[in-house]
């Protein structure tokens, strides 16, 4: 089964199909992108489904957030937090906390890069923690916005946010309809509103702007447009250190079709059968070139500003205790909630329950998406994402944060939701809108630690 529109399944099993020639099965192996550019020209376009992408989003949004700031509001144990760590005056005081405060701070003093040990630490508590370990993109438009508007940094950093997540709904749209009709993208750009780790959508962090440009970058490189694709990635490279999966990704995209002739075919031989090197398509290869500029040039500048060509890595594992274990930690989280201990790192029950649950459900969709057979871009994004997600040394209620990047997971999930009558789809989302307050809003930030 492919991701492209289809007509309902026959009640009876079709004949079985004849061997294919090699060609023919090479072509089939690049039908989906073929496919995303003939459905993506018969869909509404994109100017046009706006309006209902942005209704649907924005209320399901908006449902979530007012659940979660009425939690906050009764429970009241912000008060009595420090404003840096999930405290504050007033409830939506919160969403400036943890990694907000960092972002403000950038964003009002600049960076100040150094490698400090901490007096008697050790191991990964053995260096102060820096703002150089947050990328400069999002703290850079928090001043731009604060400058241009007025704002402070918390208006403007929860603008820059709640943009980039509009923008970020329709990108899924253009991804998702491109792939599967009108229907299934607007139901993945509903499903971005209530998904598993969305309560940071909201909030002054950066994921909302990352996620966006990583699912742009993917629909210019489904439609071909190299250039903009790689422009677009190299942005993305300034945002967040997980954009190397989306670097993977484009250079296991740009490469095959760099190689291919106007058929679609890598070609070693010519038509009289001598051999020959395929000729090169320069827009790929230069879009492989641009991508991972933005994020060497970020991580280049640390080394220079520090000394340390290594300094972020050191920043990242001796003053956050964020290192790739290959999964050992997760594994061990993951045991010892199932079983009932609380014998782990930074555990807080009901936060790690809800995490579990997400992997869980990551698991299924991901057999899901390869049942679809996406196309590469999508296919390696999501695998890699989820591998660094799953195999990072981290605090694990976080994991629903870290896996939000993994939009291609939505089109499964819309595509099954898509099943359902009009009624219940709207129950269904309604339901999770009110549900994702509470789940990934109030427990991500005051249960846990986003």
């Known amino acids: 089964m492919d991701l492209v529109t289809s007509s309902p399944a026959p009640k009876t099993l079709p004949a079985a199909e004849p061997p294919r020639p090699r060609a ?29 992408v942005l209704a649907v989003y924005g209320v399901l949004k908006l449902i979530g957030f007012l659940v979660f700031m009425w939690l906050l509001d009764t429970t009241g144990d912000y008060r009595s937090k420090a404003p840096r760590y999930g405290g504050g005056a007033h409830a939506w005081d919160v969403l400036s906390t943890w990694d907000g405060w960092w972002y403000r701070q950038i964003a009002e003093h600049g960076y100040h890069p150094q490698l400090v040990p901490v007096p008697g630490g050790s191991g990964h508590w053995s260096v102060e923690q820096n703002s150089a370990a947050f990328f400069p993109l999002y703290p850079g438009l928090i001043r731009a916005v604060s400058a241009t508007t007025g704002l402070g940094s918390y208006g403007a950093g929860m603008t820059v946010s709640v943009v980039a997540s509009f923008a970020a709904a329709l990108g899924i749209y253009a991804v998702a309809s491109g792939l599967a009709g009108h229907r299934v993208g607007l139901l993945a750009a509903a499903l971005w509103a209530v998904w598993p780790g969305s309560g940071v959508e909201w909030s002054v962090y950066s994921d909302s702007l990352y996620i966006a440009l990583a699912v742009w970058t993917c629909h210019f490189v489904l439609a071909g447009r190299w250039l903009t694709a790689g422009a677009v990635c190299l942005v993305a490279g300034l945002s967040r250190p997980t954009a190397f999966t989306l670097i993977a990704a484009l250079a296991a995209a740009a490469v095959p079709a760099a190689l291919r002739d106007e058929d679609g075919r890598i070609a070693f031989r010519d038509a009289d059968g001598r051999r020959r090197l395929p000729s090169l398509r320069w827009r790929p290869l230069a879009a492989l070139a641009l991508a991972p500029l933005g994020l060497a040039g970020y991580l280049g500048w640390v080394g220079e500003q520090t000394g340390d060509l290594k300094a972020y890595s050191i920043l990242e594992s001796d003053a956050w205790d964020h290192y790739f274990d290959f999964g050992r930690s997760t594994a061990h989280v993951v045991v010892a909630v199932l079983a009932g201990r609380g014998d782990y790192e930074s555990a807080a029950a009901s936060e790690d329950l809800v995490g579990v649950g997400v992997l869980l459900l990551t698991g ?78 109030y427990m991500l930030f005051e249960i846990g630690i986003p």
């Not at 090479?26 to 706006?50: D, G, I, N, S």
Request: aromatic content about 4%.
């Open 24 to 52: 023919q099965r090479r072509r089939q192996r690049q039908r989906p992108q073929t496919e995303y550019l003939k459905v993506a020209l018969r869909q509404v376009a994109l100017r046009q489904a706006a309006p209902s």
């Open 364 to 441: 299924v969709l991901l057999v899901v998406l390869a049942q679809l057979r996406p196309p590469t871009v999508l296919a390696v994004y999501t695998v890699c994402t989820v591998v660094l997600a799953v195999g990072t040394h981290e605090i694990f209620g976080m994991m629903s944060r870290y896996l939000l990047p993994t939009f291609p997971l939505l089109l499964p999930a819309a595509m099954a939701l898509d099943r359902l009558k009009p009624p219940g789809r709207v129950a269904v989302l309604v339901l999770t809108a009110l549900a994702s307050g509470s789940l990934t809003g």
